[in-house]
């Protein structure tokens, strides 16, 4: 897959991020809002179950044994732990230090050794070097960044060439629910950080103007709300 030196011929102990990279952007702003939020959102059940397992299971098809992957807003860690038996290593990054910790608390009850969860944002990842993953993966993430153009470029250049980029996006802006007003409420409330309100055909196009190919649309759900996609990195 690669043409040039891939990240994961590197050594498994090369250097991680170091802790708070949070940047100073508008979502650092919320990170205490999700600190709060933290032991709420573990308990929750999965929304959809059914097309959560889809999801996992179009993400694990993509997945190699040698694949260093990073999974980006990783919350509580369950994707990360799902997936770090198929591959090398993950690195998984999130805004809030709560949700690293009990993500944390998992790996270790879980016996998972091949995880290291980072206290970093979405805009704050440039310690990890160009071209270090096989793979990022990016489930409910795109729509609580500062920017959606500027973190596709970012995770862009993190992907080795050939590299796959997995990314589950709520787009609030389809479907009849009006999500402005309820998330206006909600922030109003103190309940809900500042989120973009994005339609599929946007993200898609997004997704392709940071120069990945084969950007496919997956239907895991009849939900026009969720956006599944999976896109490539030229291999040149
Ligand atoms: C909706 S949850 C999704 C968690 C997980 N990926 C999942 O699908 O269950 C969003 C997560 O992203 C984190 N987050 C919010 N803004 C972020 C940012 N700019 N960079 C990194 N993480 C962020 C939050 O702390 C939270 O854990």
């Known amino acids: 897959m690669h043409t040039t030196p891939s ?7 090369s250097p991680p991020a170091s802790d708070d990279q949070i940047g100073t952007g508008r979502a650092a702003k919320y990170a205490g809002l999700w600190d709060r939020l933290a032991e709420g959102y573990s308990a929750k059940p999965i929304a959809d179950p059914a097309a959560y397992e889809r999801k996992l299971a179009i993400t694990k098809a993509r997945l190699r044994p040698n694949d ?4 980006v807003g990783c919350g509580t860690g369950s994707l990360a732990l799902e997936l770090a038996p198929l591959v090398a290593r993950v690195d998984a990054v999130d805004l809030s230090k709560e949700m ?4 944390n608390g998992k790996a270790a009850a879980a016996g998972v050794d091949n995880v290291t969860f980072h206290h970093a944002s979405a805009e704050g990842l440039s310690v990890f070097g ?10 409910n993430i ?4 500062d920017d959606v153009d500027a973190t596709l470029a970012k995770l862009y250049g993190l992907l080795a060439a050939g590299g796959t980029f997995i990314a589950s996006t709520p787009c ?8 402005g007003p309820i ?9 809900a950080p500042p989120v973009t309100t994005l339609r599929r055909a946007e993200v898609l196009a997004a997704i392709g103007d940071a120069g990945f190919v084969d950007v496919r ?10 956006l599944f996609s999976v896109a490539r990195k030229p291999t040149k």
């Open 217 to 226: 649309d997956e239907p895991v759900t009849d939900n026009r709300a969720v």
């Open 68 to 71: 260093v992957l990073l999974d």
């Open 100 to 103: 690293v910790r009990i993500a």
């Open 142 to 145: 795109l729509h609580l960044v």
């Open 7 to 13: 990240p994961s011929t590197a050594p498994v102990s």
């Open 130 to 139: 160009q071209g270090r993953f096989d793979v990022i993966t990016a489930y």
């Open 172 to 179: 609030l802006r389809e479907g009849w629910v009006p999500y």
């Open 183 to 191: 998330i206006t409420v909600m922030r109003w409330l103190g309940k």
